[in-house]
């Protein structure tokens, strides 16, 4: 597989790494002068200095033959800028984006654009550690994934039928786990209600 990064802080730096170390054939574009240094020397891809926007500069790092693209800059603006180049002007069909702002992620999405929003990522785990949610799980549905997470019925929550109860933005109720350790799966017809000690598992599609 043949990957670029565009953009070498220290996300763009953990993805080029990573990806290095399975065998993946990586190239790293970031405008900054030290781009070269930032990388260390075990790093087995190539690094280059110049403006992600700049088609002579992408075509050096490779963007006509790879699979894949990842724009992690800090500049939102930029970002997008380059998804679209990498995507419409070059044909790259799997482009990953780095979105800081979480109001712009909806807009760029409706671009059709693969967006990761590490603000929305972050608060949503924290938020989820703090309610004493378990670890998360993901399941691949064809092209698609979905994330399950189970967090303990809430005080609010308690009493009320599922129908009318819900999680955070984007998530669906996907069932019940009883106290007693007893699955209860959740139907719009479903009249269960959630009793103390009972944990509710969410649903999210991710992609």
Same mark, same amino acid.
């Given at each position: 597989?043949?990957?670029?990064? #565009? ?12 990806? %290095? ?45 790879? %699979? ?15 998804? /679209? ?30 967006? #990761? ?38 005080? /609010? /929550? ?50």
């Amino acid at each position: 597989m043949n990957v670029l990064v #565009i953009g070498c802080g220290a996300l763009g730096q953990k993805i080029a790494r990573m990806l %290095d170390q399975i065998g993946w054939e990586v190239s790293v574009i970031d405008s900054r002068e030290d781009v070269e240094d930032l990388m260390q020397s075990d790093f087995g891809g190539v690094v280059l200095r110049g403006f992600p926007m700049d088609l002579q500069i992408l075509r050096e790092g490779g963007i006509e033959s790879c %699979d894949a693209v990842a724009v992690v800059t800090s500049d939102d603006s930029l970002n997008i800028t380059v998804a /679209q180049i990498a995507r419409d002007y070059f044909g790259v069909k799997n482009v990953v984006t780095r979105i800081s702002d979480p109001a712009r992620e909806l807009i760029y999405e409706n671009l059709g654009l693969r967006t #990761i929003c590490p603000t929305n990522l972050a608060s949503e785990q924290i938020i989820n550690l703090l309610s004493g949610e378990e670890p998360s799980t993901q399941l691949h549905l064809d092209a698609h994934t979905v994330s399950f997470a189970v967090r303990p019925a809430s005080r /609010q /929550q308690i009493g009320r039928p599922l129908t009318v109860l819900q999680g955070y933005p984007g998530e669906v109720i996907f069932g019940l786990i009883r106290a007693s350790g007893v699955f209860v799966l959740h139907h719009a017809a479903d009249m269960a209600v959630p009793e103390a000690g009972d944990s509710i598992v969410y649903a999210k599609l991710i992609d």
